[in-house]
Every structure is written in structure tokens, then in C-alpha cells.
């Protein structure tokens, strides 16, 4: 049972695609087959100078500070949380962002998905893989369905720099956090191929998203979790 004022998790549902079963356990995790878990940046940079050297061995010099890498980036926040905090004060304030970084990091540790940087109500996340990312995003989204704050999301795959390392620079990772601004409460915006969509997320059809400072962008995909109801 949900202590007082905890947000109520999502019920246990189960649907099945061959072999694999997708539920929700108690903690409104939505159980699906894990994948290893990302190292960090440091890995990440060893990883792909190595890559790189056997692929381009004359074109990465010592001392380069970047390498360009396809990356998911994915830029998730609590929606209205100024206007939350206002009205429900800051103790409330405290504990629903407790929440979702708490949320946050279990489940990018069982995706694979590294959180690269808070930012206040919002978080930077980048997987070396779609799916896994798009998972997640999906997974706040759905958690805090019913929350008394909703989370909004923005996906973008893409080529970027990585930076010393530690930092990614580039198209796809501003594209992402336009894309989280501009969704409403609860909706996943991303653009992404739907092949990479995991079984239990769907597309309901491309949309046109008007950008500040960018204008009109097409082929953004609105997603949503489509899980069965409880028998």
C-alpha cells in the first residue's frame, strides 16, 4: 500500500508477444528483459576512440578532444513544477522531484541509459541505443500518469559531438530539448525511426511541432504506452 500523498503507481497489467511478457510490477515498473548497463562517459570515450583508431587509424590524432557519435537523447521534466510549487509549497515540491529522480535513476540503470545531467526539474539522459531510451522515456511518462505533477518528454536520435568525454554537442541533443518543451503534460514527443519503438509503445502518427527560434518541425512521432487492461 502507497504511503499518504505518494503518487499512486500504476496497476499490475501483462500482455505477451511470443516469447516475451511485459507487466508492471508493484512499483509501477513496467518489467521487460534488461540490458546491460551503460558505463558512463569515460568507457563511452575509450570505446569509441578505439572504434575510430581500427576504423580511421589516420584520422584521430593524439590529444583529439572530440568524436562524433549517434547517441538517443532523451530530456525529460516535471511539467508546471514552478506553478506545483507555488501551490502545493516546498515540502510537496521536494518530494514529487524525490520521486521522479529516484524513478529516474532505477529505471536508466535497468535500461542501460546514462543520466548525463540534472537540470533542476528535468534530467539529460543518452543511450547508445533507441529502444532502450525511448523505453524510459515512456516509463516516466506512464509512471507519473496520475501523479499530481505529469512529466512531458523529448527524444531525438542523432549525430553529436562527444566532448572531453564528457559533454555532447550537436543537433539531436538540442532538438531533444526543444522537443521536451514543447510537449504538453504526459506526452512523449521524439523523432525516431518506429522500428525502434519498444513492443508496448506506439506511435500515434507523425506530427508538425512549431519550435521557438526553429519554426515548423515534421516527422516528430507522439507517443504513448499501449498496454492491455486489467482482466
Known amino acids: 500500500m502507497n504511503a499518504p500523498d505518494t503518487p499512486r503507481q500504476p496497476d499490475s497489467r501483462t500482455a505477451s508477444d511470443g516469447a516475451v511478457t511485459i507487466s508492471t510490477d508493484a512499483t509501477g515498473d513496467l518489467l521487460v528483459p ?3 548497463a551503460d558505463t558512463g562517459p569515460a568507457r563511452e570515450w575509450a570505446d569509441a576512440a578505439e572504434a575510430d583508431q581500427v576504423a ?10 572530440h568524436l562524433n557519435v549517434t547517441r538517443t537523447f532523451c530530456f525529460a521534466d516535471l511539467s508546471g513544477f514552478t506553478a506545483f510549487t507555488r501551490e502545493s509549497g516546498p515540502h510537496a515540491a521536494v518530494k514529487q522531484l524525490g ?27 543518452v543511450g547508445t541505443d533507441p529502444t532502450p531510451a525511448i523505453a524510459l522515456g515512456a516509463h516516466l511518462v506512464h509512471h507519473f500518469s496520475e501523479s499530481a505533477i505529469r512529466v512531458r518528454v523529448g ?36 523523432i525516431t525511426d518506429p522500428s525502434n519503438l519498444p513492443d508496448w509503445v506506439v506511435t500515434d502518427g507523425e506530427v508538425s511541432v512549431r519550435i521557438k527560434g526553429v519554426g515548423a518541425v515534421g516527422g516528430v512521432h507522439r507517443l504513448r504506452v499501449d498496454l492491455p487492461s486489467p482482466e
Do not use: H, Q
Not at 549525430?159 to 543537433?171: C, K, P, R, T, V
Open 99 to 125: 520521486e521522479f529522480r529516484r524513478i529516474t535513476r532505477n529505471v536508466a540503470a535497468k535500461r542501460g541509459v546514462r543520466v548525463a545531467k540534472w537540470l533542476g526539474d528535468g534530467v539529460m539522459l
Open 56 to 65: 580511421r587509424p589516420n584520422e584521430l590524432e593524439d590529444g583529439d578532444t
Open 34 to 36: 534488461l540490458l546491460a
Open 155 to 190: 527524444l531525438a536520435t542523432g549525430i553529436a559531438l562527444l566532448f572531453e568525454g564528457d559533454d555532447y554537442i550537436g543537433e539531436p541533443v538540442n532538438m531533444a530539448a526543444k522537443l521536451c518543451n514543447a510537449a504538453s503534460p504526459g506526452e512523449v514527443l521524439a
